[in-house]
């Protein structure tokens, strides 16, 4: 696991859990101000920890802020890197590289009692790596357990497990018909009851149903459970309903058998997991549609170079496309004017896409590299590509103006 480590340079009026929960499935609050995070997986989506790093610094400036910002094997590592950490900057250590990182930095910086650390530094020991030499048996029994958990973090070890805050509990709602119930239609009411029932607890805390489990029982005893996860955030009746009527017959069917008509059903529960809804706004999902400096840099030189040569001309510049999962030759551009809005929302690991009027959740995604810059210069697009979960992958653009995403293609 790779872990990252967020602390403020200044208090901000939105908790630093919140400003890292679009960045990372899991954060872990630390001291006010700062906090652990899973920074795993990065180069998958954005391409180096590095960069990914500096998004969720640009996140906190947007916020009014600034931060630092380490990423490491373990969460001792990542505090230590952001703590030398230059205010706006990001440092990365490799898992490899962790002992000899630590190696040169003052002893005083290990959680050493006092009296141990007055004794090494007697003993001529003012760096991680001099007491990180010394064998851990005989500092546990010359300085005992503190300073072995110590001379642990010198050799760059850390057994602390990252902890994510825990969700909101799923909402339960139940009912017990008397008599049991022994026709479609009365089930069917009754299931339309409780969806608005635990709906209306979830819009109270302004989430809508992401996953919907059912369960049903009978008067003979036998119950059966199914669940799914929806396609999209729900918060409606009649958009969840459906969605309960398939998962009424699948229970009837496997768990409840042809009796269940017979005997009757005895009670019925419904239980349903939040997800805060989509917002409005149009959203930059972390790794998508950012732009470095770095990268600004190079395009304005390949620009320059493009000018050059082709004066008068607007040139066609391909370039690699290393997080597309198949070749770029197979995109099909999407030729219809004007361009399809669409709108890209993400709350932790959940993203979604909502496409002529159709919210689908969206398996993976990833930046594009410039795919195609046809277009004149000003009007060049940010291109990232997202699969989703029915199996499309479309080729995304960032207008500007106006800004908001559209549908540039599709993967044949």
Same mark, same amino acid.
């Given at each position: 696991?790779?872990?990252?480590?967020?602390?403020?340079?200044?208090?901000?009026?939105?908790?630093?859990?919140?400003?890292?929960?679009?960045?990372?499935?899991?954060?872990?609050?630390?001291?006010?101000?700062?906090?652990?995070?899973?920074?795993?997986?990065?180069?998958?989506?954005?391409?180096?920890?590095?960069?990914?790093?500096?998004?969720?610094?640009?996140?906190?400036?947007?916020?009014?802020?600034?931060?630092?910002?380490?990423?490491?094997?373990?969460?001792?590592?990542?505090?230590?890197?952001?703590?030398?950490?230059?205010?706006?900057?990001?440092?990365?250590?490799?898992?490899?590289?962790?002992?000899?990182?630590?190696?040169?930095?003052?002893?005083?910086?290990?959680?050493?009692?006092?009296?141990?650390?007055?004794?090494?530094?007697?003993?001529?020991?003012?760096?991680?790596?001099?007491?990180?030499?010394?064998?851990?048996?005989?500092?546990?029994?010359?300085?005992?357990? $503190?300073?072995?958990?110590?001379?642990?973090?010198?050799?760059?070890?850390?057994?602390?497990?990252?902890?994510?805050?825990?969700?909101?509990?799923?909402?339960?709602?139940?009912?017990?018909?008397?008599?049991?119930?022994?026709?479609?239609?009365?089930?069917?009411?009754?299931?339309?009851?409780?969806?608005?029932?635990?709906?209306?607890?979830?819009?109270?805390?302004?989430?809508?149903?992401?996953?919907?489990?059912?369960?049903?029982?009978?008067?003979?005893?036998?119950?059966?459970?199914?669940?799914?996860?929806?396609?999209?955030?729900?918060?409606?009746?009649?958009?969840?309903?459906?969605?309960?009527?398939?998962?009424?017959?699948?229970?009837?069917?496997?768990?409840?058998?042809?009796?269940?008509?017979?005997?009757?059903?005895?009670?019925?529960?419904?239980?349903?997991?939040?997800?805060?809804?989509?917002?409005?706004?149009?959203?930059?999902?972390?790794?998508?549609?950012?732009?470095?400096?770095? $990268?600004?840099?190079?395009?304005?030189?390949?620009?320059?170079?493009?000018?050059?040569?082709?004066?008068?001309?607007?040139?066609?510049?391909?370039?690699?496309?290393?997080?597309?999962?198949?070749?770029?030759?197979?995109?099909?551009?999407?030729?219809?004017?004007?361009?399809?809005?669409?709108?890209?929302?993400?709350?932790?690991?959940?993203?979604?896409?909502?496409?002529?009027?159709?919210?689908?959740?969206?398996?993976?995604?990833?930046?594009?590299?410039?795919?195609?810059?046809?277009?004149?210069?000003?009007?060049?697009?940010?291109?990232?590509?997202?699969?989703?979960?029915?199996?499309?992958?479309?080729?995304?653009?960032?207008?500007?103006?106006?800004?908001?995403?559209?549908?540039?293609?599709?993967?044949?």
């Amino acid at each position: 696991m790779r872990v990252g480590y967020l602390r403020l340079s200044d208090p901000l009026p939105v908790p630093v859990a919140e400003l890292l929960a679009s960045a990372s499935p899991v954060v872990e609050p630390d001291e006010p101000g700062a906090a652990w995070f899973d920074a795993s997986g990065v180069q998958r989506t954005v391409g180096s920890e590095a960069a990914y790093g500096r998004a969720v610094l640009a996140a906190v400036a947007a916020a009014g802020g600034q931060g630092r910002l380490g990423i490491g094997p373990n969460k001792w590592i990542a505090a230590v890197a952001a703590r030398l950490s230059a205010p706006g900057e990001v440092t990365v250590v490799d898992d490899a590289e962790a002992r000899a990182f630590l190696r040169p930095l003052p002893l005083a910086w290990l959680p050493l009692p006092r009296a141990v650390l007055a004794t090494l530094r007697l003993l001529g020991l003012q760096a991680m790596g001099q007491f990180a030499d010394l064998p851990r048996e005989q500092v546990g029994r010359r300085f005992g357990r $503190e300073a072995v958990a110590a001379h642990r973090l010198a050799c760059g070890e850390d057994p602390r497990p990252l902890v994510g805050a825990a969700d909101e509990p799923a909402v339960l709602v139940r009912a017990a018909p008397e008599p049991p119930l022994t026709e479609r239609g009365q089930l069917r009411g009754t299931l339309a009851r409780l969806a608005a029932d635990g709906l209306a607890e979830l819009r109270r805390r302004g989430q809508a149903a992401r996953t919907v489990a059912l369960g049903l029982a009978s008067a003979g005893g036998r119950h059966g459970t199914q669940s799914r996860h929806l396609p999209a955030p729900v918060a409606e009746v009649a958009e969840l309903l459906p969605h309960l009527e398939v998962l009424a017959e699948a229970t009837l069917r496997a768990g409840l058998g042809p009796r269940a008509a017979v005997e009757g059903i005895s009670e019925v529960w419904l239980r349903l997991a939040g997800l805060a809804p989509p917002a409005v706004a149009q959203a930059h999902l972390p790794g998508l549609g950012e732009e470095t400096e770095e $990268e600004r840099a190079i395009r304005e030189r390949v620009w320059g170079e493009l000018r050059r040569r082709y004066p008068g001309q607007v040139p066609r510049l391909l370039e690699v496309v290393p997080a597309a999962p198949l070749p770029e030759e197979r995109w099909r551009f999407d030729s219809a004017a004007p361009r399809r809005p669409v709108r890209l929302w993400r709350r932790g690991r959940v993203r979604a896409l909502e496409l002529d009027g159709r919210w689908h959740r969206v398996v993976a995604g990833g930046l594009v590299e410039r795919v195609d810059l046809w277009w004149p210069r000003e009007r060049h697009r940010r291109v990232v590509w997202v699969a989703l979960a029915d199996g499309q992958r479309l080729l995304l653009g960032w207008e500007r103006p106006p800004g908001q995403w559209v549908l540039l293609g599709r993967l044949d």
